[in-house]
């Protein structure tokens, strides 16, 4: 059975930094495109995405200058550090595996999903 399962979120104070880990279980997705995408009220968006050798990676425009998605192979998982938090950083954050190696940023595109961790932005 495939698992993805997300830790590290919580209350953050406003201007500080998160940093949220996946750890996947099941399967390697050495090969595949990973990422995180959040969902507040409102659908769920893209947030980063890191391609399978870690030489690209791509940023939403709300996160991008501010935010590191990393990722270890060997270990199977994916991080991703948001810094400056603001309140609308607030969020349930999901990480997902990617059908292939691209890095969308459409749901659509990921076949396997966390459960989801909030984060909760404090002013």
């Known amino acids: 059975q495939v698992r993805l399962v997300e830790s590290g979120g919580g209350v953050v104070q406003a201007g500080g930094s998160l940093r949220l880990s996946c750890s996947a279980s099941g399967r390697t997705f050495a090969d595949n495109a990973m990422a995180w995408f959040r969902q507040a009220p409102r659908e769920r968006e893209f947030v980063a995405a890191i391609?399978?050798?870690?030489?690209?990676?791509r940023y939403s425009r709300a996160v991008e200058g501010r935010s590191t998605i990393s990722r270890d192979v060997a270990k199977n998982t994916v991080s991703l550090e948001i810094n400056s938090l603001k309140p609308e950083d607030a969020a349930v954050y999901y990480c997902?595996?990617?059908?292939?190696?691209?890095?969308?940023?459409?749901?659509?595109?990921?076949?396997?999903w966390g459960q989801g961790i909030r984060v909760t932005v404090s002013s």
């Open positions: 391609s399978p050798g870690s030489i690209t990676v």
């Open positions: 997902a595996a990617g059908r292939s190696g691209t890095l969308y940023s459409e749901t659509w595109e990921y076949d396997y």
